[in-house]
């Protein structure tokens, strides 16, 4: 049995993505891994970063990101299945660049993959998730967040990267350009996982969080737009994350690799435990309109966590 990792990336480190973490924190389980490397700045350094690493393990593959024929996220898509098609594994482990996994989760991943690396029925493992917020004792667990997806898929040719690359689906016959044809695809057949993914998207300075949304917006929404919000001013104050004691503690212990990363950490002072709940942004998150904020009240204070009209991006199977 072999096993592949993969990732993609572009202005990672500039961006406060902990890339060399997430690679580190698989790389005693794959065989191989594959970095997807985008055209960074040239004051980007997340190359240099991988490199250290020193691994033989690691193959890093040139890119060049085009959001006009890629766009609404699905360049993160195409650039992820660029990674992808360079995989050898049985199995393909793939990590966003600012997800980790936890050392101690390690033989449960192996093992899974061995027992069912012949079962043609499972296309897919399934893993919890931990989204932190503001900082790295907070997490959201609100009705806009996901709590599990698919992170390891078998090598088959019919599987690609879907919409902005959160999850995969199958697609025949594909033409590689619309990520987000919903027609034609099928919902990977999957398994639990008992591990979990560590998401540290959004833990940053709040003045670099500002710089990550605006890149975010730019692959979403396109350049026009992005330009405008400027114009609008949108962009002007450092992020803000809303009352983080309003947000679930998170109770467990981070990853080692994580520990020098987050020794990094020292905006503190810049994080609100006062005040509204919701986050004072002009480009408001998801989970903090209005709708969405009743929707999460409902689930956690009548309905003991249930989601109402949770999308699934799978098809759970018992193995």
Avoid at 48 to 59: D, L, V, W
Avoid at 168 to 190: A, C, H, M, S, W
Avoid at 244 to 264: D, N, Y
Avoid at 285 to 303: A, Q, T
């Amino acid at each position: 049995m072999k096993i592949s990792g993969f990732t993609m990336g572009k202005n990672a480190l500039k961006l406060y993505y902990p890339m060399r973490q997430s690679i580190e924190s698989i790389l005693p389980l794959v065989d191989e891994f594959v970095v997807a490397l985008g055209d960074s700045d040239q004051d980007d350094t997340t190359r240099a970063e991988i490199e250290a690493i020193g691994s033989e393990k690691i193959r890093i593959v040139d890119t060049v990101w085009d959001i006009e024929k890629y766009p609404r996220g699905m360049e993160h898509a195409h650039q992820t299945d660029i990674a992808k098609s360079l995989c050898t594994g049985d199995w393909l482990f793939y990590l966003q660049s600012d997800e980790v996994v936890h050392e101690k989760d390690l033989d449960n991943i192996r093992e899974r993959c061995r027992e069912l690396v012949f079962d043609k029925e499972v296309e897919g493992l399934l893993f919890r998730y931990h989204h932190f917020w503001g900082d790295y004792e907070h997490v959201q667990d609100s009705h806009c967040w996901y709590r599990k997806e698919i992170r390891i898929i078998k090598n088959l040719p019919e599987i690609h990267s879907w919409e902005s690359a959160q999850s995969f689906r199958k697609i025949p016959g594909f033409d590689g350009l619309n990520y987000r044809q919903q027609e034609g695809t099928y919902k990977l057949k999957v398994a639990k996982v008992n591990a979990a993914i560590y998401h540290y998207g959004w833990v940053r300075p709040p003045s670099v969080m500002q710089s990550k949304i605006k890149a975010f917006s730019m692959n979403h929404r396109g350049r026009k737009s992005v330009e405008e919000q400027i114009t609008a001013h949108l962009f002007d104050r450092v992020f803000d994350y809303g009352n983080l004691s309003k947000l679930t503690c998170f109770q467990g212990i981070h990853p080692a690799v994580m520990k020098e990363w987050m020794a990094r950490f020292d905006w503190k002072e810049q994080l609100r435990f006062s005040g509204p709940a919701r986050s004072l942004n002009p480009i408001r998150p998801k989970h903090d309109k209005p709708k969405y904020r009743f929707i999460s009240w409902i689930e956690k204070n009548l309905l003991g966590g249930m989601r109402l009209g949770e999308f699934n991006n799978y098809i759970g199977i018992k193995r």
